[in-house]
């Protein structure tokens, strides 16, 4: 046997026993953000989004949809809360609480300031929070930009 058939019986004997030693040992982990077997979404928006601040008070509707699974969920109850800027709710607080309808929508009223509450365009920060049995939060927040109307 000439040592190059040698050689290439030996490299392949090598590769041989490297190839069936070669076996998957790593595990597969599952996210723990996903995918789940029960999914829950929570929306926030405001309509409209921006108001502008006359003589009059603005309003503007902020409206929380939940769903599980992709059905609406009814009954259930959602905190709005004003974080920063000027501006109330329909009843006069910065917190309120409403709870989803048949389609899965609670809405509130935001009532922004007049003209001569605000010297300048504003904007105001708002959370909607959804009541929970579990220890974690389920919440969105937006913002509403006011404009201040010429004098």
């Given at each position: ?5 040698v050689l290439t019986v030996a490299g392949l004997c090598v590769l041989l026993a ?5 076996t998957r040992s790593d595990v597969s982990v599952p996210s723990p953000a996903g ?5 829950i979404t929570f929306d926030l928006e405001a309509t409209p989004n921006v108001i ?100």
């Amino acid at each position: 046997m000439t040592q190059r058939r040698v050689l290439t019986v030996a490299g392949l004997c090598v590769l041989l026993a490297l190839a069936s030693s070669c076996t998957r040992s790593d595990v597969s982990v599952p996210s723990p953000a996903g995918p789940s077997t029960l999914s829950i979404t929570f929306d926030l928006e405001a309509t409209p989004n921006v108001i502008l601040a006359t003589e009059e008070r603005p309003m503007t509707t902020i409206k929380a949809t939940v769903r599980k699974n992709g059905a609406a969920m009814s009954n259930v109850v959602v905190y709005f809360t004003i974080l920063s800027g000027p501006g109330e709710f329909s009843d006069y607080t910065d917190r309120v609480a409403a709870a989803t309808d048949s389609t899965g929508v609670a809405s509130v009223v935001f009532i922004g300031p007049t003209k001569f509450e605000i010297s300048r365009d504003m904007t105001t920060a708002i959370q909607g929070q959804m009541q929970t049995n579990t220890p974690e939060f389920i919440f969105k927040t937006i913002e509403i930009r006011i404009i201040r109307g010429a004098d």
